[in-house]
């Protein structure tokens, strides 16, 4: 495997890492998804990065996958006539739709779907969570509010609801903009922000089709009632700590983490974790032991990934963060403890030919201490169902789709191969030995774990398992037959 371990690193692109050196250099420190943040940025900017990332991925010769990450509806106050006030506790202070510029007492809040969601008691938080008003009173155009924790506040800043559900779309007028930028550039993941129901997920699957995956991140307490159909609509999911954090007490996220990490792997959907991981890495070099503890213990939990954001995009030290991110992983992945957690927790497989054939592979390649386990997938859904396993040894994940293969690279465990098709198990299994060889993956008298769909091309149609020897490179043996070795088609070098 490529560095080594089996996690993911996916790291954002920003003012600090956006050149095409830099993106290979942030690719060989261990990258293996790109984050493109339409938060920030122009969508010509984030054009460019795109083609560089796949400019780095044919000069590399393996998938990198492409995440557009949609800023979603965001909920701000309007400006302040004579720039910012301070607010104590126990003033009284108006959130109101009236445009004008606002002062002490009062200040716009231009989203009537807020005050229709309002009730007397509940908490709105301001600038992150830092300023606090409880409602004492509100009707459908104002609020009227006390300060329970109060501070600075100045124009446009960020306003959470976090005991309501706002009868708001998870797609404003610019994530739909940029949603169809994303799709017409060809991303391999949709990062979906906002998200407080199964419907928004819905919503975001009729624009998207079959074009790119749906990553949600879970970043609204109003989600968590139905989170386990929001799991089972999504792709991938995102635990968005960011806001989450800011909406939830502190003390309540650790826990939410493990659960949703743990829901994920069960429904062999990938997980990641993100904000703050190395947030010194902005500006320092190394990170506090408590970062460095929060990134082992994401991969403790069963994270498939582990995201950067402002530490490799505008960090004074990008390359150095993906680099210790690297480091942590493969030292927690080394611990026999770490194996011990994955070997406790195997997911049911589901009453399928499929996810039977999936768990007998993970279980013959430990029995019989194989290189590897080799999955040939049409849609990637065969190989995500491996990594869902956590097997000890590395996954072959070989497809003819070049986009399976970019989204096969956020999964746990697999190392992607994009190849031609195969009409055949005996030409599949050439491919894969010599896949497992440009890998590094096995030496010559060890057995492969070979799973397939017969016949080739057909999605969801896992059927076949077969272990098979590596032999000195003149032929792959497959029981009692054997053929010469087609070669392997990868990315252009």
């Not at 997920?201 to 991140?217: F, P, S």
């Not at 191969?417 to 896949?435: H, I, K, P």
Request: hydrophobic share 40%; net charge neutral.
């Amino acid at each position: 495997m490529p560095h080594h371990r089996s996690t993911k690193i996916v790291a954002t692109l920003g003012p600090a890492s956006s050149s095409e050196s830099q993106i290979v250099a942030l690719a060989e420190a261990g990258v293996n998804v790109f984050r493109l943040n339409a938060s920030h940025g122009t969508q010509a900017e984030h054009a460019e990065r795109h083609a560089r990332i796949r400019a780095v991925e044919d000069r590399l010769g393996r998938p990198l996958g492409v995440l557009l990450d949609l800023q979603g509806p965001k909920l701000r106050v309007g400006t302040f006539g004579a720039g910012p006030v301070e607010l104590a506790i126990g003033d009284s202070f108006r959130l109101d739709l009236d445009r004008r510029p606002g002062d002490a007492r009062r200040v716009s809040l231009p989203h009537p779907e807020v005050f229709a969601a309002l009730r007397s008691g509940l908490d709105l938080l301001l600038n992150d969570g830092r300023i606090r008003l409880r409602v004492r009173d509100c009707g459908p155009d104002h609020a009227e509010t006390e300060v329970v924790a109060g501070g600075p506040l100045s124009d446009r800043k960020g306003v959470n609801v976090p005991g309501a559900a706002l009868a708001l779309s998870a797609l404003s007028e610019k994530d739909r903009s940029d949603l169809a930028f994303g799709l017409e550039l060809g991303v391999d993941w949709i990062g979906l922000s906002f998200v407080q129901r199964p419907e928004d997920i819905l919503e975001a699957r009729a624009l998207i089709g079959n074009r790119a995956h749906v990553m949600t991140k879970i970043e609204k307490p109003a989600a968590l009632p139905t989170l386990d159909r929001i799991i089972e609509l999504s792709d991938a999911v995102m635990v968005a700590r960011g806001d989450l954090g800011v909406e939830l007490p502190p003390e309540d996220v650790p826990g939410l983490q493990k659960k949703m990490i743990r829901l994920s792997r069960a429904m062999g959907k990938p997980v990641i974790v993100a904000t703050q991981m190395l947030e010194s890495m902005v500006a320092e070099p190394t990170p506090t032991r408590a970062e460095a503890s929060d990134v082992a213990n994401a991969v403790y939990d069963g994270a498939d990934a582990v995201m950067l954001s402002a530490e490799s995009a505008s960090g004074r030290y990008p390359v150095e963060a993906v680099r210790m991110m690297d480091r942590i992983v493969r030292r927690v992945e080394r611990d026999p403890l770490y194996r011990r957690i994955m070997d406790a927790d195997h997911p049911n497989p589901e009453a399928t030919a499929a996810d039977a054939l999936t768990a007998a592979a993970r279980q013959v390649a430990e029995t019989i201490s194989a290189a590897g386990i080799v999955t040939y997938t049409t849609t990637g859904s065969t190989t995500q169902r491996a990594s869902r396993e956590r097997p000890t040894v590395p996954i072959l994940g070989l497809s003819s789709r070049r986009e399976t293969a970019r989204r096969l690279s956020l999964a746990w465990g697999v190392h992607a191969v994009w190849t031609d098709d195969v009409a055949n198990f005996s030409e599949m299994v050439g491919r894969a030995l010599a896949a497992a060889s440009q890998a590094g993956i096995g030496r010559p008298g060890q057995p492969l774990v070979v799973t397939a769909g017969v016949p080739f091309g057909t999605p969801g149609k896992t059927n076949a398992l077969r272990v098979v020897t590596i032999d000195d490179g003149a032929a792959p043996q497959v029981g009692a037959a054997s053929e010469a070795m087609p070669a392997l088609e990868t990315a252009p070098a």
